[in-house]
């Protein structure tokens, strides 16, 4: 085999390895609100992963620039650990069209816990969890929109690993914070 023969099999290879792992494995998001201010700034990227909480693996496959695609079985991969209280995560908009983008949100509640509010307490059902923004003030969470299906979350958000501001300057202390 010669070495550019090598060459381009080694980069087919890391080509499919990123995309299986983007496929399955992680999430990229950009945060456009500032409904987790401080903890997360509008201009974040953060990633995401999609393996924490259970994922499917996709149904299709799609061959770029021969326009071909087909389906195949997808596999439910089982979740490593139940959501906890305090994650951060994010949940796809599906179910919210006033959205343009999907949720990132804390846990504040989980299946069986009691969320107390202003006016009344009541216990999160099963198979739920009940969402809030770091920054109450701003954000659309689960005091406005109710209870959000563990099936919605896409995963947990774990590490900011870039950082625009509004000017287009980097916050480089920023630059790969972990997400607690």
Known sequence: MSKKNYKYQLFIAVLLIILICKTIIFEFYRVTSTSMSETILPGDFILVNRLVFGTNTPNR???????YEFSIPSIKIPPLRNIKERDI??????????????????????????????????????DKIFVLGDNLATSYDSRDFGFIDKSEVIGKAVIIYASIDIDGKFRWKRFFKNLE
Not at 61 to 67: A, D, L, M, Q, R
């Open 61 to 67: 496959i799609i061959i770029p620039f021969f326009n």
């Open 89 to 126: 995560v994010v949940i796809r908009n599906n179910k919210h069209p006033e959205c343009e983008n999907n949720l990132i949100k804390r846990v504040a509640a989980v299946e069986g816990q009691v969320v107390n509010s202003s006016l009344d307490s009541f216990v999160v059902p099963d």
